[in-house]
């Protein structure tokens, strides 16, 4: 090993290193402080009283933040389950099914994670359009007028529209991912599989869920994140949050509080919650996926 | 027997295929309607490929702006971003120094960090040093906010170079700086490209930064820029150059992809990252 070039090194690493100070290490710890004082408009910074845990416990009576908290559990107890899960189904077609056309399925289903988010908004805000909508038009197509909604409207479906999307733009990303895993498992366990008269469904089950359970987990983890951090930008672009609420989620409510009312310190409690709250799902998925080997 | 199932599965994924696509066919349909088609039936095919909407989005909705905003972040944002993330990656893989490891620990940490949590003091750090509306900085702070993927994905790649390489390069009298991009650079090109083509497409679809970041119209990028225009035509009835809006900036990023499609789908294998 040659003597180490400090000089080289130093300047390797200084410039990224002070940036990430600067844009990401200050605000976050920006964040933390904030979160624990009264700050708003008027009073930013030393101005603001240090309140402690206020923000953090007036949140919880604060209606409009445990329903924007309800609304995220929801879609964390489904959409990342559900995205993950068609994702592997497709992942293994695509690597042990025998269809010719596999890459043709798998470009065209990767194509939504391409499209911006603020995109897939709009293009789903017009999927579930009351009165020109494609899906009340399907709903028509196929005589089942009596299941038509005004989706985005409604309260009780306006959230699960949105996990809709959720879903769709996330699906392609995820079963890349899994390809990838499974091409790691050796064929010759399906082959023997197979020689022992293992259905598909069974090789699903017996082999690629139980040997992927690490990568799984990975990817749930990711999956749960993501849940939390794009919902933002649908719930803003497609509902606003809107009707009354039904679909606001924590990052949207943070936005409307922190950017809209100007209650900084009680917005950045919400999003170091929010935070708190994805870190300790994560330790909890990554737990329980690594036991049991 | 067996030609049956395949047959069930091939309709499944038919099936599927068609609820990826048909969106954004929808989508590409509209873009090329008059209004009238559309409001007589939103499902028809357009009679012809009438560029009207686009000529209207370009002029009128001030897409060209938007566009012209989103080339500019797009391309200064990767730039920075390689700047600073090839040597820090490089130094990384090669050397152990005091620090090193905690480096390395704190940008895996920071991967889980998304741009949205930190969006609001973000926004009070750029008002307090007068950096709102101002591209160069936004693209200083998409770089940053790339930082811990790129380069968590690029010294993993760099560590799996054999060392012979730079060794026989050294031996011949190489500088550093040389080893680096004369001898690493070339050979850590697929990692390269595919983080590349990752962020890049990042940066052009991003949405919570430039949201709070960019408040002047005239310095938005097409992701705002759209979301403001959906949100104005909500209550109109003249959908036509909000679609051909929609294309517009969907073209660049299926163009990427298309071309790019093995490193990215390579790099996602690896780990990739979503932003």
């Known amino acids: 090993m040659v003597k180490k070039p400090k000089l080289f090194i130093a300047l390797c690493t200084l410039p990224a290193l002070i940036l990430t100070v600067v844009f990401m290490i200050v605000p976050m710890l920006n964040a933390i ?10 009073s930013v910074g030393f101005n603001s009283k240090f309140v402690f845990l206020d923000n953090y416990i007036y949140m919880f009576k604060d209606k409009d933040f445990v329903q924007a908290l309800f609304n995220t559990f929801k879609l ?7 995205t993950i899960f068609l994702s592997l189904v497709f992942a293994f077609i695509l690597t042990q099914g025998e269809l010719r056309e596999k890459s043709f399925y798998r470009t065209v289903f990767f194509f939504p994670s391409v499209v911006s988010m603020t995109v897939v908004g709009i293009v789903w805000s017009f999927v579930f359009n009351p009165t020109r909508g494609i899906l009340n038009h399907m709903l028509d197509l196929f005589n089942l007028s009596s299941w038509k909604h005004a989706w985005l409207g409604e309260g009780k479906t306006a959230l699960w529209c949105i996990g809709a999307a959720l879903v769709w733009q996330a699906i392609g990303y995820y079963m890349v991912m899994h390809v990838a895993s499974i091409d790691g498992i050796s064929q010759e366990i399906y082959e ?4 022992d008269g293992a259905t598909g469904v069974q090789k699903f089950f017996r082999i690629t869920i139980p040997l992927l359970r690490r990568s799984i987990g990975t990817t749930y983890i990711l999956a749960l994140s993501g849940t939390i951090n794009l919902s933002f930008t649908l719930s803003n672009v497609m509902t606003g949050g809107g009707p009354n609420g039904a679909s606001s989620v924590l990052l949207q409510y943070m ?33 329980l996926s690594a036991e049991k080997e | 027997m067996k030609t049956v199932r395949t047959w069930c599965i091939r309709i ?33 095919l357009p009679v012809s490929l009438n560029l009207d909407n686009f000529v209207a989005a370009w002029q009128k909705a001030n897409i060209a702006a938007y566009f012209g905003n989103s080339v500019f972040v797009t391309v200064l944002s990767t730039a920075l971003l390689l700047l600073f993330v090839i040597p820090i990656s490089y130094v990384l893989a090669r050397y152990r120094f005091a620090g090193s490891k905690l480096i390395s620990t704190i940008y895996m940490a920071c991967i889980f960090l998304q741009a949205t949590y930190i969006m609001i003091p973000l926004f009070l750090e750029l008002q307090a040093i007068n950096g709102l509306n101002n591209l160069p900085v936004l693209c200083l702070v998409y770089a940053v906010m790339q930082f811990p993927f790129c380069i968590f994905t690029l010294q993993g790649f760099m560590s799996a170079v ?37 962020s890049a497409m990042g940066f052009w679809n991003e949405y919570p930064l430039a949201l709070v970041l960019l408040t002047d119209d005239a310095k938005k990028t097409l992701p705002i820029g759209m979301a403001n225009l959906f949100e104005v035509q909500k209550y109109a009835t003249d959908w ?19 071309i790019g499609q093995r490193y990215l789908l390579q790099g996602i294998g690896a780990g990739g990252l979503k932003g």
Do not use: C, H
Request: aromatic share 12%.
């Open chain 2, 240 to 258: 036509g150059a909000l679609f051909a809006g929609l294309v517009i900036i969907m073209i660049p990023t299926m163009i990427i992809y298309l």
């Open chain 1, 255 to 287: 936005y409307t509080q922190g950017m809209r009312n100007a209650n900084f310190g009680y917005a950045m409690a919400i999003a170091m919650f929010t935070l708190l709250l994805a870190i300790v799902l994560a330790m909890i998925s990554r737990k």
């Open chain 1, 33 to 42: 402080y904030l979160s624990f004082t009264s700050s708003t408009a008027l």
């Open chain 1, 76 to 82: 964390m107890l489904v959409i990342p389950a559900l």
């Open chain 2, 12 to 44: 499944l994924m038919i099936l599927f295929t068609i609820i990826f696509l048909y969106p954004l066919f929808w989508n590409l349909m509209s873009a090329f309607k008059t209004n009238a088609e559309y409001l007589t039936d939103p499902y028809a």
């Open chain 1, 192 to 195: 023997a599989a197979s020689i």
């Open chain 2, 162 to 198: 054999p060392k012979d390489y730079e060794e026989s390069a050294r031996i011949d009298g190489a500088t550093n700086l040389q080893l680096l991009l004369k001898v690493m650079v070339p050979l850590a090109k697929p990692g390269i490209a595919t983080i590349t083509m990752l």
